[in-house]
C-alpha cells in the first residue's frame, strides 16, 4: 500500500488522502467543512477536473458545480427514519441520506492482516449520535476489495435504522484516455453486464447500454436529476433465484470496469445508477441488524 497526501483548490478546495492498493487508486477529499469525500476508486488516475465535469464547461451561476460535488460523493449512505434528506425527489434512491450526508470525518487508518491491507475509516454525526466505521479490505495480489460499513448508535436517544449502504461510489462515469478532447456521453461509453438466473435457467449473461436501460442522457444542461434506478434486487431467502448478485460496469473509452458481488447472500442486494447532479454512481447495499 502506497499512500500520499495533496490538496485541491478547484473544481473545489479540499484535501486529498490518496492509496495505491494493488493497482486500485484511492482518492478520499476532506472539504472545508471536515466532510469526508470519496473521489476516485479505480485502477484509471485521478484526475480532479472531472468532477462533475460539463462538456461545454459553461456552468449557469457561479459556485454551482462546487455545490453539486458537495451534495455528492459520501462515502457510505444511512438512513435513519424521521430525518429530512434534502436535494433530490428521491423515489427508490437512497442518497443524501440522513444522518449519512452530515456526516463529519474523524479518522483513517491503515492496518495489515493475513489477507493483505485494509483501511478503516470513521465518521460521526452530533445531532443524531451516529458513529459509521468503513472498513475495505485488500488482497494480496489482486485488484479486489472487500468493503462493509457498521453504524453505531452512541446518541441518548433510540434510531430507527433503514439502510445502510455496502459500497457506495459516485462519478463511476468520469475517466477517458488521455488524447480525446471531447467528454464522450454515457450513451456512448458506458455498458453493464446483468447475470441472469433461475430454476433450470441458470446464468444467463447479458450486455446492456445504460441508455438500453432507460438511463439515456436526456438532460445535457447542469442538472441531470431522475427518479430512474437501474435495479437489481432480491427478496426472501433464495438469494438467487432471479439474478446472480454480481455484475459489470464498463467505461470503454477509459478502459476502466468495475467488478461487483454480494458473496453472503444478503437479502437486499441493490444497485442503482440514478443521474444526481452530473455524475452517475453505483450503489450495493441492505442491512444486517444485530443488538
Known amino acids: 500500500m502506497q499512500k500520499w497526501t495533496s490538496r485541491i483548490e478547484t473544481p473545489i478546495k479540499a484535501e486529498l488522502i490518496c492509496y495505491?492498493?494493488?493497482g486500485i487508486h484511492i482518492v478520499f477529499g476532506v472539504t472545508e467543512e471536515n466532510q469526508l469525500k470519496l473521489f476516485h476508486f479505480s485502477h484509471a488516475p485521478f484526475d480532479a477536473q472531472n468532477l462533475c465535469r460539463k462538456p461545454d464547461g459553461?456552468?449557469?451561476?457561479?459556485?454551482?458545480?462546487?455545490?453539486?460535488?458537495?451534495?455528492?460523493f459520501q462515502l457510505v449512505q444511512v438512513n435513519f427514519s424521521g430525518y429530512n434528506r434534502p436535494y433530490e425527489k428521491?423515489?427508490?434512491?437512497?442518497i443524501v441520506t440522513a444522518p449519512g450526508f452530515m456526516l463529519k470525518f474523524d479518522s483513517i487508518s491503515e492496518e495489515r492482516n493475513e489477507n493483505g491491507d485494509l483501511l478503516r475509516i470513521v465518521q460521526s454525526d452530533?445531532?443524531?449520535?451516529a458513529k459509521v466505521e468503513s472498513v475495505m479490505q485488500f488482497f494480496d495480489g489482486i485488484p479486489v476489495a472487500r468493503m462493509y460499513n457498521t453504524v453505531t448508535n452512541e446518541g441518548k436517544e433510540d434510531q430507527t435504522l433503514e439502510y445502510i449502504s455496502s459500497f457506495s461510489y459516485w462519478g463511476i462515469e468520469k475517466e477517458q484516455k488521455e488524447g480525446i478532447p471531447e467528454l464522450v456521453s454515457s450513451d456512448d461509453k458506458m455498458s453493464m453486464v446483468v447475470v441472469h438466473n433461475g430454476w433450470q435457467k441458470e446464468l444467463t449473461v447479458k450486455k446492456y447500454r445504460f441508455a438500453d436501460l432507460g438511463m439515456a442522457q436526456t438532460q445535457p444542461h447542469n442538472y441531470q436529476r431522475t427518479s430512474k434506478t437501474i435495479e437489481i434486487t432480491n427478496t426472501g431467502n433464495w438469494s438467487a433465484k432471479e439474478y446472480v448478485p454480481m455484475g459489470y460496469i464498463g467505461n470503454s473509452v477509459a478502459d476502466a470496469s468495475l467488478f461487483f458481488e454480494r458473496p453472503d447472500g444478503n437479502p437486499v442486494a441493490l444497485v442503482e445508477k440514478p443521474e444526481a447532479g452530473r455524475q452517475l454512481y453505483n450503489r450495493a447495499g441492505g442491512c444486517r441488524c444485530r443488538s
Open 90 to 94: 428521491h423515489g427508490n434512491k437512497y
Open 58 to 72: 459553461v456552468w449557469m451561476m457561479e459556485g454551482m458545480r462546487e455545490a453539486q460535488i458537495k451534495e455528492s
Open 20 to 22: 495505491d492498493v494493488n
Open 126 to 129: 452530533d445531532v443524531t449520535g
